[in-house]
């Protein structure tokens, strides 16, 4: 009994410790529906390189959660392995080094996403679709 039981916290301990993982929308438009089928009900469309988390993969359909709190069903292939962020704040400074006193490269309204480039500390090294890139402050946005 005492052998199942360390067993047991073993388990929970690893599954606790697992990473989240994200994928971004790497189609046009990427329906998002309740169940894995696509006779299902469709809920709503994601743009390209929308972020979400990966809650369950079953065949070719991935359970996903988005920045809102939202569950969803979505076709794996219309996700990419590519990362990116969405900003969470009204508007966040993007800067050209990873601190506050560097300086400003462009802001980012709400809802804007992000190319994850690189992760250093508490700080996201991201690129905008424009080209432009700098640091953000990993607190101002979801995807992570």
Do not use: C
Not at 51 to 75: C, F, H, N, Q, Y
Not at 87 to 92: D, F, I, K, Q, W
Not at 113 to 139: F, M, N, P, Q, T
């Amino acid at each position: 009994m005492r052998r199942t039981w360390l067993g047991l916290l073993l388990l929970l301990a690893s599954a606790s410790a697992a990473a989240l993982e994200f994928r971004s929308v790497a189609a046009e438009a990427a329906v998002l529906y309740d169940a894995p089928s696509l006779q299902a009900r469709k809920l709503f469309i994601l743009s390209p390189s929308y972020p979400v988390e990966i809650i369950v993969t079953i065949d070719k359909w991935m359970k996903v959660r988005d920045a809102s709190g939202a569950l969803a069903w979505i076709e794996s292939d219309k996700l990419s392995d590519k990362r990116s962020v969405l900003v969470r704040t009204l508007e966040a400074d993007i800067r050209s080094q990873p601190n506050t006193t560097a300086s400003l490269v462009f802001k980012a309204e709400r809802d804007v996403a992000l190319e994850l480039i690189a992760i250093d500390g508490a700080w996201l090294k991201v690129k905008h679709r424009d080209g432009l890139s700098g640091y953000i402050v990993a607190k101002d946005v979801w995807g992570i």
